[in-house]
């Protein structure tokens, strides 16, 4: 069965710093990964996915997360934080259906973003 | 586009009762439709998934019998939690996948269930 790991559940970082949030997983074929982002009151929005080709992905907000496969890993990373950052991050995995998409997703635990003045 | 609603937004209802959440896809072709639970601070569980006029595929350890899926039509599938009880409080979200893109999902922006 597959399964996400997100190790950090607070994560606080003074704005204008740099973040990274982590991600493992464990699937047995190539994985299709996500990044969602939900603010209080407000449904989960997708950062960005990786499928397949380039392993550096270029999401919204200025979010990027690069796909190791030697490491399971897909972290969350972004330049430079702001205060509207500030909310919980969900990775998640999904496997490929019988149509060629991604089927139901698994999500991790999730990662509380603190940004501080 | 690929918006996602969810109605009602909030329900407050009785031990015992049951109550029905929509889920409806407002500019795109939902072919298949997952469901999920979310408990307070904590993460997203899929429930089952519902491919438009078959029956729902239920994950392990979910009552099928408790949840009552339909999808009718390709913009709308229903969730009914049957005879609820205070343990079935949550947060209930769906998402929907159509035919353009297969590959992601559109969540709604979820449905707080609170019974007393």
């Known amino acids: 069965a597959q399964s996400v790991t997100q190790p950090d559940i607070h994560i606080t970082v003074s704005e204008g710093a740099s973040l990274e949030l982590r991600c493992n997983y464990s699937?047995?074929?190539?994985?299709?990964l996500f990044w969602y982002v939900q603010s209080p009151g407000q449904g989960l929005q997708l950062l960005l996915k990786y499928f397949s080709g380039d392993t550096l992905v270029q999401g919204i907000k200025g979010f990027e997360a690069e796909f190791k496969r030697s490491q399971s890993s897909f972290n969350l990373r972004k330049p430079s934080v702001h205060w509207s950052d500030a909310a919980e991050y969900f990775c998640a995995v999904a496997s490929m259906y019988s149509g060629g998409g991604a089927d139901g997703l698994t999500f991790g635990k999730g990662t509380h973003l603190i940004i501080q003045p | 586009g690929a918006v996602v609603s969810q109605h009602p937004s909030w329900v407050i209802c009785k031990s015992g009762t049951s109550v029905k959440i929509e889920c409806r896809s407002l500019d795109f072709q939902a072919t298949t439709m997952f469901w999920y639970r979310q408990f307070p601070k904590q993460s997203l569980m899929l429930m089952a998934t519902s491919n438009e006029g078959s029956k729902a595929t239920y994950e392990q350890g979910v009552e099928k019998d408790k949840f009552l899926i339909n999808h009718a039509s390709l913009t709308l599938s229903t969730l009914t939690v049957t005879s609820a009880h205070p343990e079935d409080s949550s947060f209930y979200i769906c998402s929907a996948r159509g035919l353009v893109s297969y590959n992601e999902q559109f969540f709604g922006p979820g449905t707080r269930l609170t019974v007393l």
């Open positions: 699937y047995g074929a190539t994985p299709y």
